[in-house]
């Protein structure tokens, strides 16, 4: 199966290649940074007229999410829009699909900094939630315990055979998961990188996105040896 | 008008010289809507260029912008701003010489678009900043003539093509503008002359005396070269010998990172602490000035550089070049030779320096070639759609535009005569709404029609961002290298950021000739200290990688057609009678495929001769239908010449892997999702602006918000196959990394013959490529095998150290 699974609180996740979380006990499926509607932003904002197909990829991909795991609550970590202007100005198409997504789902949109209203779609919205235990919010806080977020959009980089290879990847430790951005139209930050390096304790995991997830020890940056 | 004017004729004769003949020849032709001069380094030619324009503004002084000069070095606007001010000042005419370019203050640059000088020194990347502002009309009222310089380097890149665009539209509003050319030697002045003029205006071609046949020759070494590699160190006794016995020699290096490694041993063997000193354009600009300058002054007695002085400035006493490496293609290699001696009787003086057997053989039929005149090159193809995109957005920053006009005024311009109607309404649908499939944008377009149809910005502010990534030339992301606590000092210079990324702190490598050790990364900076007396990790920062040229290539097949090689050294000549033994040696009509076993492995060897890019092309397409077939492919290298690939299990008939149906389907399928075909559609997506140039104080805060251009062509390629930029990139494909249409050359002369010699043993010829660098691992299930072993490795690695016993 395309997920890495783990133990965090109290029960089993299944980190998913196509870098969502599922939580079996809930039968939620959790998903960060879908930035909906970037395409339309930058066009707005820079006069940059991307390729209007990312929202299309997006909800594929999230459509595919949900029929691999019958989800019943959906979990946007915040950054579901790229800004509120965006939400209102989805293309219909795609926000009749995303709707028929929604459908009957328990559906949970958690602000981010990019969306720090409640989009025109329904749903319940919320600055964060807390479930069996746990508290999803968009940013990590430092010092917090049992802590689902997203926000910063973690990538590893290794060094493979000669070449260099660059994905997203969870973070995982004993107390917080971060998960990586579900958008198609969105960067990464190398988790070698403040604050994420700072975040996460030494013997954090990466699991790598892609067709089988793999957990590798976070990639940490190089100390200078001391002359 | 046909003569000089009184003045300058004066100041020839107080100087005691006389017109060269095709100097007097451009002159007597100063009314031609176009004229072409052909010559070698030195003779006079930016004169031949200027005179027209000098003698009509000593008749008819007049305020305002007479003559445009465009080349592609800032260095050499300047220089030429000295060299023309000393006739203008000594001949007493009043005659304002100015240089724009991206070095230019601000203050000054607003200064010459109030009050322009007579004549303007620039680059084609300024010329078309200036078209972009709206007051171009009144900078260039009055224009008369315009001078390109060094055409011959500005046409092999997109640099010429955005040129011949500005000139496009220079003639419309200066109408009667006449264009003249300086070239060096090229192998189709014809073609070059239809490129410069004004289509369909006819081009006047002179062609200089080329002076005496240059002395060239292979320089005998007492070592022989190696098998395999570059670099040409084993030469480096008999280099110094040659630097003693002339007063500066330049040596030609075919990378910047080959030139710092024959720099390093060079020093280390320079006994005589003879002043020489490295040029090349990894170099921080202030290394490179310190240098030039130090050349000009004739203080140094040799250069070690790159392609970065193929161009430019005559550098005063340069008696003898060095090419280290084999030429790769001898039009550039008769360009080099004419750095030699600029005195225009004395013939140029050069040397060359095979770094390998196989180079032997390149570079004597480089001889051959140069001695026959027979110099190579690709025929120019259409003008780049991409380059287009970025023009029409040009235009629209100056002002509205009408598209009939725009069309009719871009297939004047050289490279777009037969652009058809279609393409430019595809571009210009780009430029407006991105031009996808998905209507979209219609809110947000960038450009927009008026009520009387004329297309015009959106938002006006677009045009500081259009301007902001102007230009054709592609920077790779680069960081600067500083020495650490130098706070605010000089960087060294730069290095790939792919190669900072492979730096672990204590590596060392070679910067400006010296060896620094690496101490980290801060912000965007490489932070390193001087580390003396350890030998170097090679540095592999970028350099350009020629290709072998497709006539040099077929020259060295044709020697093949021997059986006893007289004229080469006595071991190159035994290695090809080995070779012809115990295999088969190339021919250009067949293709020979050798299999072997070697340590373990099952060898395939191509000998394809398409050059480089095209060669590794073919490795990547060959280990994928082999990965396909269950082969197991491991890894490859290639060559101009030759691709080794290696595998689990050995490939039994070569043929199907080499039909060409599979090869062209693999180029349209598998290869569009490869790694080299997004790092060109990224060039093509920048030029013509889809995405913005990466500044690197962008990057620095850009961080997750900021995603890579294979996003975007992932996407495109899944939801808009038939996109105007995939188009381009396609096209693009045929030519430069992926150089597919070398593939087409091969497949075409090879028409499916294929020699397949199974060995015993590894071949004489496949030999040294076991020690080639440059090995390209197979990705695909091998990468996530690989990850899998890592990940446990490094997994159990950990639970160890957690759980010490």
Known sequence: ?227 | MHSLSPALADWFARKGWALHPHQAEMLARAQAPAQLLIAPTGGGKTLAGFLPSLCDLERRPRPGLHTLYVSPLKALAADIKRNLTTPVEEAGLDIRIEDRTGDTSYTQKRRQRADPPHILLTTPESLALLLSYEDAPKIFAGLQRVVVDEIHALSESKRGDQLMLALARLSQLCPGLRRVGLSATVEDPEAMARFLARHPDPCAITLADPGPAPDIAMLPCAAPAPWSGGGGRYAIPEVIAQIKAHKTTLIFHNTRAQAEIFFHALWLENSESLPIAIHHGSLAREQRVKVEQAMVAGALRAIVCTGSLDLGIDWGDVDLVIQIGAPKNVKRLVQRIGRANHRYNAPSKALLVPANQFEIIECHAALEAVRAQDLDGDARGAGPLDVLCQHILITACAGPFEADALFAEITSAGGYETLSRADFDACLEFCASGGYALRAYDRWQRLRQDASGRWQLRDPRAARQIRMNLGTIQDSDTLKVRLKHSRGGKPLGEVEEAFAATLTPGDTFLMGGQVVRYEGLREMTVEVSRQTGKRPRIATFMGTKFATSTQLSARILRLFHATDWPDLPGPTADWLKLQLARSHLPQADRLLFESFAHNGRAYSCLYAFAGRNAMQTLGLLLTQRMEDLGLGPLGFVATDYAVLIWSVDPVEDPAPLLEPGHLRAGFETWLAGNAVMKRTFKASATIAGLIERQSPGKRKSGRQTSFSADILYDTLRKYDPDHLLLGITRQEALRGLVDFGRIEEMLARTRGAVDHVVLPQISPFAAPLLLEVGRVPVVGEGQERLLAAEAEQLLSRLITQNNPK
Request: proline share 7%; aromatic share 8%.
């Open chain 1, 1 to 227: 199966m395309n997920a890495y699974r783990f133990g965090f609180g109290s029960t089993a996740f299944e980190a998913r290649g196509s870098g969502a979380l599922y939580w079996p006990q809930e039968r939620a499926l959790i998903l960060s940074d879908l930035h909906l509607g970037k395409a339309e932003r930058r066009a707005r904002r820079y006069g940059q007229v991307l390729p209007p197909y990312g929202d299309h990829d997006v909800l594929a991909r999230l459509e595919q999410e949900l029929q691999d795991t019958d989800a019943k609550t959906v979990i946007s970590l915040g950054d579901g829009f790229d800004d509120d202007e965006a939400a209102k100005n989805l293309s219909p198409e795609i926000g009749k699909d995303l709707s028929r997504l929604m459908g009957a789902r328990d559906w949970i949109w958690i602000t981010g900094n990019h969306d720090p209203s409640a989009p025109p779609f329904g749903g319940r919205c919320l600055s964060e939630l807390a479930l069996s235990g746990i508290t999803l919010r968009h940013m990590a806080k430092p010092g917090a315990v049992g802590e689902i977020s997203g926000h910063y959009h973690p990538k590893a980089r290794l060094a493979l055979g000669g070449a260099h290879i660059s994905r997203p990847c969870f973070l995982i430790d004993r107390q917080r998961v971060i998960l990586p951005a579900f958008g198609t139209y969105t960067g990464g930050l190398d988790c070698r990188q403040t604050p994420l390096a700072d975040l996460m304790e030494p013997a954090a995991l990466a699991v790598l996105t892609g067709q089988s997830p793999r957990a590798l020890p976070m990639p940490r940056a190089k100390r200078l040896r001391q002359a």
